[in-house]
C-alpha cells in the first residue's frame, strides 16, 4: 500500500517535470529564445550521438570543404573522409576557430561558402527553419542533416520537454530545402531519427576560401 503511494508521487512528479520543461520551451520558442544555459554546460553532449555522426560522414564525399552547424564535441572531423576540410560553428565557442552563431539570432552572419553544410541534432532547436535556410542554404551545393519528425515521435508535451521548438513531418521538412532549389537524394534512419542529404539542383559556385584552401565545390561534389 504504502509503495503503491509512493510510486504514484513518483510518477507524479516525473510528470509534472515533463510538463514544466515543455511550458519553458514553449515560453522560449514564443519569445524566439534559444536555451544558452543548456548548451554552454558541456554535460549536455553525450557520446551516444557518434554513431550519428559516423553515419552522416559517410554520406560526404572525400575532398570537399565541411561546415557543421551545432558542431558540439566536434567529432564528425574524426569520420570525415580522405581530404575533407572541417570548419566548426556552434552556439558555444568549442575551440578550434568555431564560428560561434546563435541559429536563432534575428541577425545571421554570412557564413564562408563550403561544399557541405551539416546539421547533426540541430535542426530540433531552430524557431525557424524556414528563415534559417533562406539565409544559409546559398553557401552551400550539399546539406546533410538529421531530424526527429512528429511522424515518429508525434507528442508535442514530450517534444517540448526535450527541448525541441518545431514539428515537421518528412514532407514538411523536405518541402524547406525543395523551395530553396534542393532535391533529398539520401534517406537514411538512425534510429528514430532520419539523416537526409539534400543537394542543390543547379550547382553554384561556392569555392571556398574559408576552410583555408581549394575546394572541390565549382560543381556539386560527386556523390556516392
Ligand atoms: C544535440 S547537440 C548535437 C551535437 C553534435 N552535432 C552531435 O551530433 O554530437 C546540439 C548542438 O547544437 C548546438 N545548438 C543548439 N541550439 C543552437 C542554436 N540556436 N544555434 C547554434 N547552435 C545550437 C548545441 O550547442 C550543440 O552543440
Redesign the pocket.
Known amino acids: 500500500m504504502k509503495e503503491g503511494f509512493h510510486s504514484m508521487v513518483l510518477g507524479l512528479k516525473a510528470k509534472a517535470g515533463t510538463m514544466l520543461a515543455a511550458a519553458r520551451t514553449s515560453l522560449r520558442r514564443y519569445r524566439g529564445g534559444?536555451?544558452h544555459r543548456k548548451?554552454g554546460d558541456s554535460h549536455s553532449?553525450?557520446a551516444d550521438?557518434?554513431s550519428?555522426?559516423e553515419q552522416i560522414a559517410r554520406l560526404i564525399p572525400p575532398g570537399t570543404t565541411v561546415l557543421?552547424?551545432?558542431?558540439?564535441?566536434m567529432?564528425l572531423r574524426k569520420y570525415l573522409p580522405e581530404g575533407c576540410k572541417y570548419t566548426p560553428s556552434?552556439?558555444?565557442d568549442r575551440g578550434d576557430g568555431t564560428i560561434v552563431?546563435?541559429?536563432?539570432a534575428r541577425d545571421l552572419p554570412s557564413f564562408p561558402p563550403h561544399d557541405v553544410a551539416v546539421f547533426?541534432?540541430?535542426l530540433e532547436?531552430?524557431n525557424d527553419l524556414d528563415r534559417l535556410f533562406e539565409r544559409v542554404s546559398k553557401s552551400f551545393n550539399v546539406i546533410v542533416a538529421s531530424y526527429c519528425d512528429r511522424q515518429q515521435f508525434p507528442s508535442r508535451v514530450m517534444r517540448r520537454s526535450q527541448g525541441w521548438v518545431n514539428d515537421f513531418t518528412p514532407e514538411e521538412l523536405q518541402g524547406i530545402f525543395c523551395r530553396l532549389g534542393f532535391h533529398c537524394d539520401r534517406v537514411e534512419s538512425w534510429n528514430v531519427q532520419k539523416i537526409y542529404r539534400f543537394v542543390r539542383r543547379q550547382p553554384t559556385s561556392v569555392a571556398s576560401a574559408a576552410a583555408g584552401g581549394e575546394s572541390s565545390a565549382s560543381s556539386t561534389p560527386a556523390m556516392r
Open positions: 534559444t536555451h548548451w553532449l553525450s550521438w557518434d550519428r555522426t557543421e552547424f551545432g558542431a558540439g564535441r567529432v556552434d552556439l558555444v552563431c546563435d541559429l536563432n547533426s541534432g540541430v532547436y531552430v
